[in-house]
């Protein structure tokens, strides 16, 4: 019950915070991170820590945990208050991807790690290849960070290079820096889209500069 108790609803039955479901979000994310990551380490032995942290930071992402918790109908359980649940909380990413941690950390809880990994193997990672080969997926800037970080490069920087258009049909061109040295450039109809096609030429090259040094 505590794993679908999102915090908007303790007022409503006048609990405290602690009696939500994001004690067992911390926990599930813990045993989530463990468990993919084992799997990973033991599915791409020929793959380096950098590639390994972006596939997970992917199978982790918001997106694809909502997509899960979504296929599994779980909105529906979710307890929340009247006007979270009247502003499309049942179907919101955040919500829903909370929602599928903490179950993990219920499961954990009642029945150990085997049972937490059989969960996760059920309904996330057996679907793994699928998920990898969709770029609907994919959260580039969040994968571009983390292959960054792990190579102790910091943060990529974005910055427009050209905007063009009247405001109802604009058009945007978004450079990534890494360290001060462009590594992308993305052009799209939104910003947001812009960057994310920046991330991916951006990590692309990274990849490329890998495969030259591993030569």
Not at 166 to 177: A, Q
């Amino acid at each position: 019950m505590q794993a679908l108790k999102h915090r908007s609803y303790l007022p409503e039955v006048n609990e405290s915070r602690v009696q939500s479901n994001e004690r067992l979000e911390l926990l599930g994310d813990s045993v989530l991170g463990l468990v993919v990551t084992e799997s990973l380490y033991h599915r791409f032995p020929e793959k380096e820590e950098g590639d390994l942290t972006m596939i997970k930071s992917l199978l982790v992402s918001r997106k694809v945990l909502s997509t899960c918790c979504h296929d599994m109908r779980i909105g529906r359980f979710i307890l929340l208050s009247e006007s979270e649940e009247h502003s499309g909380g049942r179907e919101r990413p955040s919500i829903l991807a909370d929602a599928f941690e903490s179950i993990i950390g219920a499961i954990y809880l009642d029945g150990g790690l085997t049972a937490a990994r059989n969960f996760i193997e059920d309904h996330l990672l057996q679907q793994m290849d699928s998920t990898l080969n969709d770029d609907g997926h994919r959260n580039f800037k969040s994968i571009l960070l983390e292959y960054s970080q792990s190579r102790n490069l910091g943060a990529p920087s974005y910055s427009i290079r050209s905007e063009e258009g009247p405001d109802h049909d604009k058009w945007f061109t978004i450079e990534v820096k890494i360290q001060n040295q462009a590594m992308g450039i993305g052009e799209g109809n939104s910003k947001k889209h812009a960057e994310q096609l920046a991330a991916r030429s951006a990590l692309e090259k990274l990849r490329m500069i890998d495969e030259e040094h591993k030569s």
